[in-house]
């Protein structure tokens, strides 16, 4: 005769064995938490590396990281740092922090050497170390990167809504990764613009200090230049939208029609 044993339920088991359960599992959820915790601490603060579990099983009873080891590391990231910021303006100072001489890394013939995903060459940056052979593992060490260059300074206060002339300029050496990516850095990307606010004297300028001068304003009457090879016509159209000196407005003809043209000058748009 075959006896059928019930199979047991949550309720049947123990209340302690039920809280030892969920004493296990929130213990592993905060273990969990400080992982990946320690992880991001390794990529923002300097002198911390992070290193992969395998690669620590793997180096496990290896000896530290050798000095050699270390330098290689510095050196290729300084190296592809150089490449990338190759383009950039101004004096580029690179600094590379080593890797933690604590480190356990089996030695390497071959590194390779990028970013991390979605970062830039450009103030505090993780860089990926990556052994290709013999043995493979990676790290992230944290490099600096800072340009310093020219950069457009008001020399004497700006009053909002005056026009921006050279002598109203000057330039000044900066460190552009402390600044916001606004800053101008050529004195002709401010001049005859306005002044959207009030600038004090020795302020470094930002595209958001200035506007454009408009040419064309909505609603005005304008003279409509068509050009071609052989052709040149004029007549009056209404503007339909604002525009500086460069910049593209539609224009209402007399005909109802509705043109698109370059604004040339004041109340002069050219079609072509």
Do not use: F
């Amino acid at each position: 005769m075959s006896v059928i044993t019930p199979l047991k339920t949550l309720s049947d088991r123990p209340p302690a064995d039920i809280a030892e359960s969920a004493s296990t599992q929130a213990a592993t959820r905060r273990v969990r938490q400080i992982g990946r915790a320690l992880a991001l601490a390794c990529l923002l603060l300097p002198g911390w590396t992070l290193v992969s579990p395998a690669m620590a099983q793997s180096a496990a009873g290896q000896a530290t990281i050798s000095p050699a080891l270390q330098d290689r590391i510095v050196q290729q990231v300084q190296r592809h740092l150089q490449e990338q910021t190759a383009s950039l303006p101004g004096e580029v100072r690179i600094t590379v922090n080593a890797p933690d001489e604590r480190t356990r890394l089996a030695g390497c013939d071959e590194l390779q050497v990028s970013l991390a995903p979605g970062a830039r060459a450009w103030g505090q940056v993780p860089v990926g170390v990556r052994c290709v052979r013999p043995q493979g593992w990676q790290i992230y060490v944290q490099a600096t990167v800072r340009v310093s260059a020219p950069v457009v300074v008001a020399a004497r206060p700006l009053l909002a809504g005056s026009v921006v002339d050279t002598a109203d300029l000057t330039t000044r050496i900066e460190e552009l990764t402390a600044l916001p990516a606004s800053v101008l850095q050529d004195p002709s990307q401010a001049v005859g613009r306005v002044a959207a606010s009030t600038v004090a004297a020795g302020s470094v300028l930002r595209a958001e200090n200035l506007k454009q001068v408009l040419a064309v304003a909505n609603g005005q009457t304008v003279r409509v230049v068509y050009e071609s090879a052989t052709l040149s016509v004029s007549y009056e159209g209404r503007a339909l939208g604002n525009a500086a000196v460069g910049q593209g407005v539609d224009v209402r003809v007399a005909s109802g029609k509705i043109v698109r043209g370059i604004v040339r000058s004041n109340g002069v748009v050219v079609v072509q």
